[in-house]
């Protein structure tokens, strides 16, 4: 998707810190990380968020979810805790409108998010 930077970091055109990479995902580190442990997980198919999906791309969002607990137990976080967090829109928070999950790690975490 053309002026899309997460398009842009999948291709390589713009630099990334890359975690992790496969066919279908790229996990990279937030480059204003919120947390001692703060990766996006993009898959690497366009779309803007879960409003966006298709029925096809419920395989790949499961795919994120279950990545994203191997993640965080191969950085030694599983025991301690982690949180996934998804934005909706620009009125949640949504900057980026390429869907994208974030693992957080490392701090505590307060309940409900700001
Ligand atoms: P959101 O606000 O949920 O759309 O999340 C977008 C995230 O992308 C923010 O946490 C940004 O810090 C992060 N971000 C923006 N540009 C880059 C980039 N070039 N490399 C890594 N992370 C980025
Ligand atoms: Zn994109």
């Known amino acids: 998707m053309e002026n899309c930077i997460f398009c842009k970091i999948i291709s390589g055109e713009i630099p990334s810190r890359k975690v992790f990479e496969d066919d279908l995902l790229l996990v990279i580190e937030d480059i204003v990380p919120q947390a001692p442990l703060h990766l996006l997980l993009l898959p690497k198919k366009?779309?803007?968020?879960?409003?966006?999906m298709a029925a096809e791309d419920d395989a790949l969002?499961?795919?994120?979810?279950?990545?994203?607990?191997?993640?965080?137990?191969?950085k030694g976080f599983a025991d301690a805790g982690f949180r996934i967090a998804?934005?909706?829109?620009?009125?949640?928070?949504?900057?980026?409108?390429?869907?994208?999950?974030?693992?957080?790690?490392?701090?505590?975490?307060?309940?409900?998010p700001g």
Do not use: M, T
Not at 46 to 52: G, Q
Not at 86 to 112: K, Y
């Open 86 to 112: 998804q934005n909706n829109g620009a009125g949640v928070g949504q900057s980026v409108f390429h869907i994208h999950f974030h693992l957080l790690a490392g701090r505590e975490f307060a309940w409900p």
């Open 46 to 52: 366009h779309f803007i968020n879960c409003v966006d």
């Open 61 to 74: 969002v499961g795919y994120i979810f279950r990545k994203a607990g191997e993640i965080a137990v191969e």
